[in-house]
């Protein structure tokens, strides 16, 4: 069996087609032709993809079988069930960003070394995971903003 992601919306619905909300175990089986994006059932191989293609609140880790078209980061299923889900929150939004950010900081940082707004967005965000209040949360909003106008920056310097 393979085992991929998808985020589904509340109430175990999926963001388009008309299959109904999903329940733990169930198999679905879509009948017909499938096409990425509009006919049969869709996930990715990581979180991070699947997220960016729905934004929903939960999270949902599936198993397919059958046919299926796969292009890019995207997979598309004539069968799936979900095996486990878990309701997604900011928090995890957040530990995820902080991970992808530790990733590449070194890099950052060796193309612009006197430029420390990515690595106080990191500890930033680290400050509101652990003490998730407004002042925190301000903090860390700022601080990303400032890391995002660094990476531009950075990016157009590369050119």
Known sequence: ???LYKFLLDGMRPSSGDSGPWKVGEWKEHKGDLNLCSRGFH???????ALSYVKGPILA???VRGKHEEQGNKECWS???IKKAWKWKK??????SIFAAKLVIKNYEKLCPDD???RKAIEAAEAWLKNPCEKTESAAQAA?????????????SAE
């Open 1 to 3: 069996m393979i085992t």
């Open 43 to 49: 996930a990715s191989k990581n979180i991070l993809d």
């Open 61 to 63: 880790e599936v198993e």
């Open 79 to 81: 069968e799936m069930r």
């Open 91 to 96: 928090e995890d939004s957040t530990v995820l």
């Open 116 to 118: 420390d707004r990515p």
């Open 144 to 156: 990303a903003w400032s890391a995002e106008s660094a990476a531009q920056s950075a990016a157009w």
